[in-house]
C-alpha cells in the first residue's frame, strides 16, 4: 500500500508565499511522475505541476513562472513552493503519484488534500 500525506496548506495574502509538501510511504518501487492538481468549488480538477522520474518538470501556464515543483528522492517527498500567490489559486491542492510500480501492480494514488486560501 502506497500513502500520500500532504502539509503546508494555510492562509497566505496576495502576492505571500507557501510551500507544499507531499511525503510518500509504502513499498514504491518506482514511478511515472508526482504531480500536484488542485480544485476550487465548482470548478474541475486540473494539474497544477508535476515532475518525472527523470526530473522533468511541467506546469500549467497561469502558475508558470510563480510556482516550482521539487522533490527530495531520500525523503520521497514532492515539494510545491508557491511565490506570488493571487486569489484564483484558492483551492484544495492534492498530491498525485502516477503510475506508482508496487509489488502488487500499478497504480495511481492520491493525497487527502490539503486547503490554500489566498486573501486579497
Known amino acids: 500500500q502506497v500513502q500520500l500525506v500532504e502539509s503546508g496548506g494555510g492562509l497566505a495574502q496576495v502576492g505571500g508565499s507557501l510551500r507544499l509538501s507531499c511525503a510518500a510511504s509504502g513499498s514504491i518501487l518506482s514511478f511515472n511522475a508526482m504531480n500536484w492538481y488542485r480544485q476550487a468549488p465548482g470548478n474541475l480538477r486540473e494539474l497544477v505541476a508535476g515532475?518525472?522520474?527523470?526530473?522533468?518538470?511541467n506546469y500549467v501556464s497561469s502558475v508558470r513562472g510563480r510556482f516550482t515543483i521539487s522533490r527530495d528522492n531520500a525523503k520521497n517527498t514532492v515539494y510545491l513552493q508557491m511565490n506570488s500567490l493571487k486569489p484564483e489559486d484558492t483551492a484544495v491542492y492534492y498530491c498525485?503519484?502516477?503510475?506508482?510500480?508496487?509489488?502488487?501492480?500499478?497504480?495511481?494514488?492520491w493525497g487527502q488534500g490539503t486547503q490554500v486560501t489566498v486573501s486579497s
Open positions: 498525485n503519484a502516477d503510475q506508482v510500480h508496487t509489488p502488487w501492480g500499478l497504480n495511481d494514488y
Open positions: 515532475i518525472t522520474s527523470g526530473g522533468r518538470t
